[in-house]
């Protein structure tokens, strides 16, 4: 069986835990080389054991955004996949949120993602290569949740930038696309959380990072090669009600 990425490079923002795990080990087994951007500098373990490279420091800044970017085209030589996966909560509507929440998870969050595309597409057009981005949103991107300004703000802003970035330069075979999953299933929800986020889903369930590792694979593939500028809810139909 062909292997759907054989021989591409990725870089992976987040990459050493959750979303950004899943879609890690997911590209190794279809063939690629992996390079991990984590802020988390135990991640790097995590990055060994599965055989990934690993650069430590701050999507929120620019300048290690780039210098990772670097380091992946330095140790692997191209960089053919970027996935920005690094995230936060945040917390708070729009008058109990803190500036310094706001700040924090608009950093992460969203300048994280741009920095990401802005880096990652000015190697794609430097190599005169095609390449794929995939944007981590939210089902709270395309529609809000009123608790929680700052992410509900950064991941709006993360489709819009989805479209832009997408359509900019796809005549170079540049593609950019985002997922918005709804809730995740994670160690840190409690089982009495877990039957609250389970309603909120028609599907009767919430989500599990392997469903949406296969949806970035996917879009990461020359199978998804006509797809471009699209955000793909992966929700159990929470936006679609």
């Known amino acids: 069986m062909q292997l759907q990425l054989e021989n591409k490079v990725a870089l ?30 135990n991640a790097k373990a995590t990055a060994e054991e599965i055989g990934a490279g690993f650069y430590q420091g701050d999507v929120s800044k620019a300048e290690d955004v780039e210098a990772a970017v670097a380091a992946a085209v330095e140790q692997y030589g191209q960089l053919d996949i970027a996935v920005a996966s690094a995230g936060v909560g945040g917390e708070g509507d729009v008058v109990t949120s803190t500036v310094e929440n706001w700040e924090k998870t608009n950093g992460i969050d969203y300048s994280g993602v741009f920095y990401t595309n802005k880096y990652a597409i000015a190697q794609f057009l430097e190599q005169k290569t095609p390449g794929v981005v995939i944007n981590l949103a ?28 997408g359509t900019m330069y796809a005549k170079n075979g540049v593609r950019v696309n ?8 994670t160690p840190l929800i409690s089982e009495e959380d877990l039957k609250t ?19 970035i694979t996917y879009l990461a593939s020359d199978k998804a090669a006509f797809i471009t500028g699209a955000v793909i809810p992966i929700d159990g139909g929470y936006t679609a009600v």
């Not at 395309?142 to 970035?165: D, E, H, L, P, Q």
């Not at 985002?178 to 299933?185: D, F, H, L, R, Y």
């Not at 986020?197 to 949806?215: I, N």
């Open 12 to 41: 992976i923002t987040g990459g050493g835990s959750g979303l950004g795990l899943a879609t890690a080990k997911n590209f190794i087994a279809e063939g690629a080389k992996v390079f991990i951007f984590d802020f988390n500098p």
């Open 138 to 165: 939210s089902m709270f991107g395309m529609v809000a949740v009123s608790n929680n300004i700052a992410y509900s703000a950064s991941k709006g802003g993360v489709v819009n930038m989805t479209r832009a970035a």
């Open 178 to 185: 985002a997922v918005a999953p709804g809730v995740i299933e």
């Open 197 to 215: 986020y389970s309603e909120l889903h028609p599907a009767g369930r919430v989500g599990q990072a392997q469903e949406v590792a296969d949806l």
